[in-house]
């Protein structure tokens, strides 16, 4: 793994996965998959807690990754930010190895291929130790796609899923999704939260929303 001086966000799948510190938390990014997915670990210093938003692909590199982590590695929840099957395919599998209760937006919960969903809405929050990540309901790449905020002491950190990536927010197949998606991000994220804002999505590179702002009117212009 990583340290964090050489975090830059940048993992390829079959690759290894790169581990930042977030204040009381460590931030551990892999990518997975036939779609080349993120799965995000994160692990409480302190109580050893960890959750993983995305169980995406690769079963067995998740719990790799996972027991690297710790000596006994504690996974508290699994958090699957929307209903689309690349983003959960490894979901059995870790819940079977590892009793995690398995998190999603009520709206996105029925596709899950698991029998139990805890679901979180808007504003909810989900523990990491005694730290707690904000959810962000955000509708039109899914109706229950959700977002994850942990507000460090260095900068804010956000888990965007596919409702945004460097240069766009995520797939719409209408102008109404897309209008609705484009609002969500705009008004719940760049409204709210600083430039530093580090944004970890679902695919692909990291960004901050700094890097991005100047691009909103062009995302707008174009409805994509």
Partial sequence: MSSDDEYDGKVSVGGPPQTRAAGPLTITKIAVGGMDNNAYFLRHTGTGDIVLIDA???????????????????????VTTHQ????WQALPELVAATGAPVIAHPLDAEPLPVTSVQTVDDGGAVPVGDCSLEVIHLIGHTPGSIALLWRGPDRP???????????????TTSPDEFGSLFRGVK????DR???ETWVYPGHGNDTTLGTERPHLEEWSARGW
């Fill in 157 to 171: 950190h956000l888990f965007t899923g596919d409702c945004l990536f460097p240069g766009g927010v995520g797939r």
């Fill in 193 to 195: 939260l600083p430039d």
């Fill in 84 to 87: 689309h099957g690349d983003h």
């Fill in 187 to 190: 008004l719940k994220l760049f």
């Fill in 56 to 78: 995406a692909a690769e079963p067995d590199r998740l719990i790799a990754t996972l027991n690297g982590l710790a000596d006994q590695p504690r996974l508290s929840a699994i």
